[in-house]
Each structure stands twice: as structure tokens, then as C-alpha cells.
């Protein structure tokens, strides 16, 4: 029975694995999320900046004591449950902003985005503000 019940976990775990995307596979992603061909450069710096690509990482506590969750580093104070139950403003786990399909942690992001722009993620205010700092995917 043991056996059995670590089999499970392992495939579950195995299915919601993390991936850390390459810049132009983040840019092909945003893309077939639906964000905004004007703002994938921004997108990309935010990313790039706040998790380093890797949709698994989970950041260390912040100054408040909340933490921040994923490819966009959404923090569990007001958007993501840190509780097996979906919650908050987004209505999700923050578990589930933490694998290699991003469909969650981006419609959470852009309701983030639509609330408060790109200044929800210091960041993007710290590097990608100014356009000369946004990163080139023209190759992309």
C-alpha cells in the first residue's frame, strides 16, 4: 500500500512540475496567453527579474510576511491562497502558480496587471521601467 500511495504522489508531482523558460520561450508563451504583443517586452523584464524565468520558485518571506509565488512572483497577501482551498483575489492556490502550465499564473497576473499596471511588481519598477532597460526579442 505504501508503495502504491508514493507511486501516486510521484505522478502527481511529476505533472505539475516547474519549468525555468529560456527568453524566447517565455516570449512564444505570453503569446499563446494572449498578452499583449506592445507589452511582451515588459512581460519578459518583469519575469526575468522577479523569478528568473523559473515558474517554480517561490520567494523568501517578505517584510510583511506574505511571499511571492511563481513566474510572476504573485504574493499569497491578497491574490493567491497558501491553504489547500483556491482563494483570495484571484481565486486560486498558490501551489497552482507553480508549474510548467503558466494558463493560471497568468490570468492572475493580468487581473494584477489591470488593477495596478506593471507597478504590482517592484522588480519591474526597479529594472524594466525605463524602456531602454527592456530586454530585446526580436529574435523571438
Known amino acids: 500500500m505504501k508503495t502504491i500511495i508514493v ?3 510521484v ?3 511529476g505533472l505539475t512540475e516547474a519549468k525555468r523558460f529560456t527568453r524566447c520561450e517565455l516570449v512564444r508563451e505570453l503569446r499563446n496567453q494572449g498578452f499583449p504583443e506592445d507589452q511582451l517586452r515588459d512581460w519578459v523584464c518583469l519575469v ?4 528568473m524565468g523559473d515558474s517554480g520558485i517561490v520567494g523568501g518571506v517578505n ?3 506574505s511571499r511571492d509565488y ?7 497577501k ?6 489547500s482551498t483556491p482563494g483570495k483575489d484571484c ?7 507553480l508549474t510548467d502550465d503558466i494558463t493560471t499564473a497568468s490570468n ?5 496587471y489591470n488593477r495596478h499596471k506593471f507597478m504590482a511588481w517592484h522588480g519591474w519598477e526597479r529594472n524594466c521601467q525605463k524602456s531602454s532597460s527592456l530586454p530585446n526579442i526580436s529574435s523571438c
Not at 526575468?48 to 523569478?51: F, M, V, W
Not at 491578497?78 to 491553504?83: D, V
Open 7 to 9: 507511486l501516486v504522489v
Open 11 to 13: 505522478g502527481v508531482l
Open 48 to 51: 526575468e527579474n522577479e523569478s
Open 63 to 65: 517584510s510583511n510576511g
Open 70 to 76: 511563481g513566474l510572476f512572483q504573485i504574493n499569497d
Open 78 to 83: 491578497y491574490w493567491c491562497s497558501n491553504t
Open 91 to 97: 481565486n486560486v492556490t498558490c501551489d497552482e502558480l
Open 108 to 112: 492572475c497576473a493580468k487581473k494584477i
